[in-house]
């Protein structure tokens, strides 16, 4: 009996018909004639709430199945599945309430539906992480009535669901089939000209028109009696690493998402461009001390090495030490490396403060240094200024955004290539600096 008073819901359609009966009762001390009209009313309203409660408790009448991914993308919309199966012989109305992970915030969370007698359907919805960790969903909450609407009635169904949200892999899995179709440039990615001999010898083969003049061979053009040309290929099997500050700088957040997200995100997209083009990757997390470290292997699996790295990743309230980052490097990367450093500098003052450890990793490694525009600040300069205090603002806002530009110059006068993006176009600006790097043959 209990189960079935938990379960029985008052619609607001009975609700607006006992108001309507209640003025009846109401006119009826006026106008006496009515009074027995309103109580058939009564009886009527009552006997239509017994034969939908007849109709909605039939026993295993309504079934419900969440379909959930084996592991959600952090950052992008992730599609969730509600499986719905109506036993009902009649068609159904009703909402359905999925206890989401406290995670998302959402206290209104509900989708509206109809359901045709002995019919089966899917419903689905869409939700956007924007933490990494695990996210538990509780239970699935149905309130079916039938066409006539006076009452609902609740079924609950699954004992909780845990998925793990990781990095953005379905960003990288965008970027890994342009780049497999070589459609990178429909995204932003830059088709770089290549620039001089900066590659691998591979074979000597009949010169075809098209080739590269500057590649004859003359010995063997003498000995065969027909121009031969050095065919090269990529230089392969490079050392490329991710570096990444975990420190208090990179808990920004634009747009829900940490600076640190960002970071990781463009890692695992980066990552698996450079094994695709035959690079070996790694990676290394550093804060107030080294944090963790994967060597650089070029082997596909070590992609999901990195991915489970990145998931634990997380940042940390204390400043980073840039001394021990560059004693790091300078122990455990001996060969020739492109390290790829995300961090940030909001003040001159603090790139200065790091500046000798970076230009010390440089002077053996490439290092390319990645910092954030701050798009807030683009946002109030766009603005028309309104008032005396706007402009005061926006001078102020102005000076930041010169100061990276600032921190651009004195870094690329040290040898030291830069990316200075704004969060949301992290991936494409540093694979095209990629690209660019391996063309020019910098490395």
């Given amino acids: 009996m209990l189960a079935f008073i938990k379960s029985l819901y008052l619609t607001n359609r009975l609700f607006y018909l006992l108001t309507v009966i209640g003025v009846l009762f109401t006119i009826s001390n006026w106008l006496k ?20 409660i007849v109709m909605l408790y039939q026993k295993n009448s309504f079934q419900a199945k969440r379909i959930l991914p084996e592991k959600f993308s952090n950052s992008d919309p992730n599609e969730v599945y509600i499986q719905v199966k109506n036993k009902y012989p009649f ?12 995670q998302f915030q959402k206290r209104d969370f509900s989708i509206p539906f109809s359901l045709a007698g002995k019919n089966t359907t899917t419903l689905q919805y869409e939700v956007r992480p924007v933490e990494r960790g695990e996210y538990f969903f509780g239970k699935i909450n149905l309130y079916v009535s039938s066409a006539i609407g006076l009452v609902k009635r609740r079924y609950i169904f699954g004992e909780g669901q845990m998925v793990k949200v990781y990095p953005s892999y379905i960003q990288m899995k965008k970027y890994d089939f342009l780049a497999i179709s070589n459609r990178l440039m429909f995204q932003g990615i830059k088709k770089v000209r290549r620039i001089g001999h900066t590659m691998e010898f591979e074979q000597i083969k009949e010169y075809i028109p098209g080739d590269d003049v500057r590649t004859i061979n003359w010995k ?39 600076l640190l997200d960002y970071a990781i995100n463009s890692t695992l997209a980066f990552a698996n461009i450079a094994l695709k083009k035959g690079d070996k990757t790694g990676m290394l997390e550093f804060a107030n001390k080294i944090k963790n470290f994967v060597p650089a292997e070029g082997k596909k699996t070590h992609l999901n090495t990195i991915l489970e790295t990145l998931y634990k990743l997380d940042t940390h309230f204390l400043d980073s030490d840039y001394g021990a980052l560059q004693l790091f490097v300078k122990k455990n990367i001996n060969q020739r490396s492109l390290l790829i450093l995300y961090t940030n500098f909001e003040h001159i003052s603090s790139l200065h403060r790091q500046l000798p450890y970076l230009v010390s990793i440089a002077k053996k490694h490439l290092l390319l240094v990645v910092f954030f ?71």
Avoid: C, H
């Fill in 33 to 52: 004639s009515i009074y027995p009209f309103v109580w058939l009313l009564v009886l009527m309203l009552l006997l239509l709430i017994l034969v939908e």
């Fill in 91 to 102: 068609k159904v109305l009703g909402s359905l309430i999925d206890e989401l992970p406290f």
């Fill in 220 to 258: 063997s053009t003498a000995k065969k009696n027909q121009l031969m040309v050095n065919q090269y290929q990529d230089e392969k099997m490079q050392p490329v690493y991710a570096i990444i500050d975990s420190g208090r700088v990179m808990k920004m957040p634009f747009n829900g998402l940490k």
């Fill in 373 to 443: 525009e701050n798009t807030e600040l683009k946002k109030l300069t766009d603005k028309k200024a309104e008032n005396l205090f706007e402009i005061y603002d926006q001078t102020i806002a102005q000076q930041f955004q010169y100061d990276k530009k600032i921190m651009m110059t004195e870094l690329q006068k040290r040898g030291i290539q830069t990316i200075l993006t704004a969060p949301e176009n992290l991936t494409v600006n540093t694979i095209n600096k990629y690209l660019e790097i391996k063309a020019k043959g910098l490395l």
